[in-house]
């Protein structure tokens, strides 16, 4: 196969968004987990969240101009930008939530017009309750005229396919607001050996997974079918128990009375991202997917991001329709862009 021209015609669905400050609390009894800023080495600043620093973080979380530099190296054209996960605070009060969101989803609202054509986001809505998550969502689509939302793989333990969560679906489906699923605060974290790290390599990935078969099992897409929805990490680990999902679909009774459609054809319904970080796994994903429903994702600016994402794409051994779609086109339609985003 030919050598493929490089390409910055990329679109990134998965890349992360940390304020410089956080707002100060509106409230009578400041929560415990309200995130702060402190100094750290030049550029940097700690994120602290409940008195303890959760992460250290650049100046790309919040400068779009630092964003914008590093966008052609990466073969981007286009970066979608969302909060970090740990600030999309489900386990906050509701109310104390949706006052820090809405700051969130301003601020990204503000890189998006600083980022001229090549910045765009998707917000964050309190999904702890369902009222205060359809009223910040209508203000991030009407409003803000972003094209979706970002929302955790579980919502304090409830994996987010679960039937209490379809009035927001709904909702997103009448809006025409894509969603992303990003995992969060995992399951099974207790059986990891290691430090924390491991809970971004292997937890996420887990939960993320289990995210993703619980929209199969619970029929989302049989139910909300213009519903747009992504996985963050290639789907974690959906790839691997599909088969298995699919096989005890045929086999086990009551499996086939609950899941009204079969299991392999609704994950090709899904979208994903593709930050693997491996060639023979995203081969993989777009064997058992499908190459209509696979898109760029880097994790950006995070030490744990895919510095060369349409470069990996391009060396995968994809026909050259094949790549478009991975690095630009199936995006597009994720996103509902209306014509092709160009350098």
């Known amino acids: 196969m030919a050598t493929l021209a490089p390409c910055t015609c990329g679109i990134d669905v998965h890349a992360h968004v940390v304020p410089e400050n956080f707002p100060a609390y509106i409230g009578r009894s400041l929560p415990a987990d309200w995130p ?62 949706q006052q ?12 998006v017009v600083d980022g001229a054509g090549h910045l765009a986001g998707l917000g964050a809505v309190p999904m702890q309750d369902m009222d205060l998550a359809i009223r910040e969502l209508e203000h991030v689509v009407k409003v803000l005229g972003f094209p979706g939302v970002e929302v955790g793989s579980n919502i304090n333990g409830v994996p987010i396919g679960a039937p209490q969560f379809d009035p927001f679906f709904e909702a997103c489906e009448a809006l025409d607001a894509a969603v ?22 292997l937890g996420y990935p887990g939960d993320v997974g289990l995210a993703a078969a619980s929209v199969i099992t619970t029929n989302l897409l049989v139910r909300r079918p213009k519903l747009r929805i992504a996985f963050s990490h290639g789907g974690g680990t959906l790839a691997s128990l599909l088969p298995r999902l699919q096989q005890g679909w045929g086999v086990f009774p009551a499996l086939r009375d609950a899941v009204q459609q079969a299991p392999a054809e609704q994950a090709r319904r899904l979208f994903y991202d593709t930050l693997v970080f491996d060639t023979p796994t995203l081969r993989h994903l777009v064997a058992s997917f499908g190459d209509t429903q696979l898109m760029v994702g ?10 060369t994402p349409v470069q990996r794409i391009e060396t995968a051994g994809f026909d050259a329709d094949t790549v478009a779609r991975l690095v630009q086109h199936n995006a597009e339609r994720f996103l509902g862009l209306q014509k092709a985003i160009t350098p």
């Open 180 to 201: 992303f699923v990003h995992a969060i605060r995992p399951a099974g974290m207790e059986r990891l050996v290691g430090p924390p790290p491991l809970q971004q390599v």
């Open 100 to 111: 820090l969101l809405r700051f969130l989803n301003d601020q990204i609202a503000g890189m």
């Open 298 to 307: 880097t994790d950006y600016p995070f030490n744990f991001h895919d510095h």
């Open 36 to 97: 702060s800023m402190a100094p750290a080495q030049p550029c940097h600043r700690h994120v602290t969240i409940a008195g303890k620093n959760y992460r250290t973080v650049s100046d790309k979380c919040w400068d779009p101009a630092k964003r914008l530099e590093d966008l052609p190296g990466m073969g981007l054209a286009l970066q979608v930008m969302s909060p970090m996960p740990e600030l999309l605070s489900h386990w906050m009060a509701p109310a104390d939530a």
